[in-house]
Antibody, heavy 114, light 109 residues
Framework: EVQLVESGGGLVKPGGSLRLSCAAS????????MTWVRQAPGKGLEWVGR??????????DYAAPVKGRFTISRDDSKNTLYLQMNSLKTEDTAVYYC?????WGQGTLVTVSS | QAVVTQEPSLTVSPGGTVTLTCGSS?????????PSWFQQKPGQAPRTLIY???NTQSWTPARFSGSLLGGKAALTLSGAQPEDEAEYYC?????????FGGGTKLTVL
């Protein structure tokens, strides 16, 4: 059974940092392209970014609103995906989902507020 | 960044057929945009219905199908059921990045 479990969300002040994790199981993580998607309260889905598998280069792509502030990485030895979020803004408040091979986690809430 | 457009809302009668569309500000949507469709019900995480224009998942009800139609990606629901009432999002690939549409709220009434 495929499972994606996000963690690390919480309340952070504007300008602060937070690192989200996504623990994956039930599929071959090393071969998977992993993606972060977010959803602000009452709003639609927003693609945040993606990291390819190492065999496909391990490169990352980001949405314009987060480029330069967010960094996606992966630890294939731990089957874990990360999202390092720096210089957080109030508009980054959202539920953050990790997705892979058409599966979605349940999300973790990040609230940026003073 | 490209803008992806969807109908804000649609209504379908139980047993009826409805087509949701997904357009791109950059021009016609092609298979190269690798359209995907997602369903989200209130309080739940999204789930993937369609990927790569028309490929379904094992859990995708047979009444859902994906295609390209008139320069847009399309999701057709044939034989709507009350449980299909949900928000539907499309996702298009644009030069490495991906962009979601704003979503279509589908009412079955």
């Amino acid at each position: 059974e495929v499972q994606l479990v996000e963690s690390g969300g919480g309340l952070v002040k504007p300008g602060g940092s937070l690192r989200l994790s996504c623990a994956a199981s039930g599929f071959t993580f090393t071969n998977a392209w992993m993606t972060w998607v977010r959803q602000a309260p009452g709003k639609g889905l927003e693609w945040v970014g993606r990291i390819k598998s190492k065999t496909d280069g391990g490169t990352t792509d980001y949405a314009a609103p987060v480029k330069g502030r967010f960094t996606i990485s992966r630890d294939d030895s731990k089957n874990t995906l990360y999202l390092q979020m720096n210089s957080l803004k109030t508009e980054d408040t959202a539920v953050y989902y990790c997705t892979a091979v058409s599966y979605w986690g349940q999300g973790t809430l990040v609230t940026v507020s003073s | 960044q490209a803008v992806v457009t969807q109908e804000p809302s649609l209504t379908v009668s139980p047993g009826g057929t409805v087509t949701l569309t997904c357009g791109s500000s950059t021009g016609a949507v092609t298979s190269g945009h690798s359209p995907s469709w997602f369903q989200q019900k209130p309080g739940q995480a999204p789930r993937t219905l369609i990927y790569g224009t028309s490929n379904t998942q094992s859990w995708t009800p047979a009444r859902f199908s994906g295609s390209l139609l008139g320069g847009k990606a399309a999701l057709t629901l044939s034989g709507a059921q009350p449980e299909d009432e949900a928000e539907y999002y499309c996702l298009l690939s644009h030069s490495g990045a991906r962009v979601f549409g704003g979503g279509t709220k589908l009412t079955v009434l």
